[in-house]
Nanobody, 125 residues
Framework: QVQLIESGGGLVQAGGSLRLSCAASGRTFSNYAMGWFRQAPGKEREFVAGISWSGSSTNYADSVKGRFTISRDNAKSTMYLQMNSLKPEDTAVYYC??????????????????WGQGTQVTVSS
């Protein structure tokens, strides 16, 4: 059973920055493309950013392009999300999970079967 632990969230003013981390254990991390998702109150969980198993390919939701950067360190079984120029609409609980890439689209793969506890990001205006 894989364990996903997200961390690094917090309260920040608009325009500020945060760096999220996702630590994975229980599976060979480097075998999987990974992604960040977020869920705001009253909204469905949405894809934010993804990275291929090697880190050579990345993808971002239009809403975060140019502001967020995804990266990974397979030796540490950890993925990161650098979030700059944060906006109040970025407020959400952020989660990580495995993704799959098909025909240029990035999806939750379901390979891990469960979610971590997430990390809360709150951006004040």
């Amino acid at each position: 059973q894989v364990q996903l632990i997200e961390s690094g969230g917090g309260l920040v003013q608009a325009g500020g920055s945060l760096r999220l981390s996702c630590a994975a254990s229980g599976r060979t991390f480097s075998n999987y493309a990974m992604g960040w998702f977020r869920q705001a109150p009253g909204k469905e969980r949405e894809f934010v950013a993804g990275i291929s198993w090697s880190g050579s390919s990345t993808n971002y939701a239009d809403s975060v392009k140019g502001r967020f950067t995804i990266s990974r360190d397979n030796a540490k079984s950890t993925m990161y999300l650098q979030m700059n120029s944060l906006k109040p609409e970025d407020t959400a609980v952020y989660y990580c999970n495995a993704v799959m890439i098909s025909a240029g689209n990035w999806y939750l793969s379901g390979a891990f079967g469960s979610w971590g506890q997430g990390t809360q990001v709150t951006v004040s205006s």
